[in-house]
């Protein structure tokens, strides 16, 4: 048996369809809500199916799993709850490693590219655990994460109780099918998408970075079949464990997402720019790029798919074709 949190959501249902296509028994935990998101498992339900409220008495009851995936988080980079985020994220999070610790279940989660905060530099999106103390995330959601991480490094290098196989990945900008319900932290290419469909210009926000002109903004935008295949890398690789970044280790421009998604439907490229909402100011990253050193030295070998390439594929074999969902 497979535990997956979260899998009812975003890239967590995008695992969930890749191990159903093997044929294994999964168990997803997980709130379906009223936002639809019972249709990222339509077409590969679980074998059951567990409240988060659920889930103590759930894990009371196991001997024990193959694998955890901790997909599960409030990932929202602007929350303020910071006793919700820390239950959440921090407190759930140590009580999985523990129980994987005790029933030596492989503990395979989520962390976030947000922990590296202001970073504006290549060379400073190094997963290196000795380069955590020195990270200083920009919001409570990207605190929440590398407090975690903290946790599991300092964890496994003192020696303590841990899962026989434990892995981070350090989630960078993933798109893809099955995010609907995200609200405001859906994908920049699908707003962009709804921008163009409702007939308006594709709108970036203005460059809050002195000396970074408009649009210059750069992420590391990684398809979300790509992340599925690092997580699947891992669960066929038990002997790797450690913090690993989860990006395509190239950094692409705002403005080249915004031409790809108007390329894709075949529109001129109409861009606008727009202040930035208050909200975010000060808490925006205006550039990342994942450091793939690590990565490939625990012998990753896989592809990444180029942005436009992504983008074309998600526009035109899901947005536009009635095909929303994996």
């Not at 490094?153 to 099918?177: D, E, I, R, S, Y």
Request: include cysteine.
């Amino acid at each position: 048996m497979i535990i997956i949190t979260g899998g009812a959501g975003f890239i967590g249902s995008c695992l969930q369809a890749a191990l159903a296509a093997r044929g294994l028994d999964t168990v997803i935990v997980d709130w379906l809500g009223t936002e639809g998101k019972w249709r990222n498992i339509a077409a590969h339900p679980p074998t059951r199916l567990v409240t988060p409220d659920e889930l103590p008495a759930f894990l009371e009851s196991l001997p024990g799993a193959q694998a955890v995936f901790h997909m599960g988080a409030i990932s929202e980079t602007t929350a303020r709850d910071g006793d919700l985020v820390w239950r959440t994220n921090v407190a759930l999070s140590q009580d999985l490693w523990q129980w994987c610790a005790r029933t030596q279940t492989r503990f395979i989660y989520a962390s976030s590219a947000a922990t590296y905060g202001g970073a504006d530099r290549p060379e400073l999106f190094s997963d290196d655990p000795a380069r955590l103390d020195t990270l200083v995330p920009l919001n409570l959601y990207g605190w929440s994460k590398h407090v975690f991480d903290r946790y599991a490094v300092n964890t496994a290098q003192a020696g303590a109780p841990c899962p026989p196989q434990w892995a981070g990945l350090k989630f960078f900008n993933v798109f893809g099918p099955n995010e609907y319900h995200k609200g405001k932290m859906i994908s920049v290419v699908k707003v962009k998408y709804d921008e163009l469909r409702a007939g308006g210009p594709v709108r970036l926000f203005r460059s809050d970075k002195p000396g970074l002109s408009d649009g210059m903004q750069a992420r590391d935008f990684i398809w979300v079949g790509d992340v599925v295949n690092m997580l699947l890398w891992l669960f066929d690789t038990p002997s790797v464990s450690g913090l690993f970044n989860c990006g395509t280790g190239r950094a692409r421009r705002y403005l080249d997402v915004a031409y790809a998604v108007c390329d894709a439907l075949g529109v001129a490229r109409d861009v606008e720019f727009v202040d930035m909402p208050p909200s975010l100011r000060g808490q925006y990253q205006s550039y990342t790029q994942a450091d793939l050193t690590r990565l490939r030295a625990a012998g990753y070998k896989g592809e990444f798919t180029p942005l436009e390439e992504g983008v074309t594929r998600y526009v035109q074999e899901y947005l536009t074709n009635g095909r929303l969902y994996l």
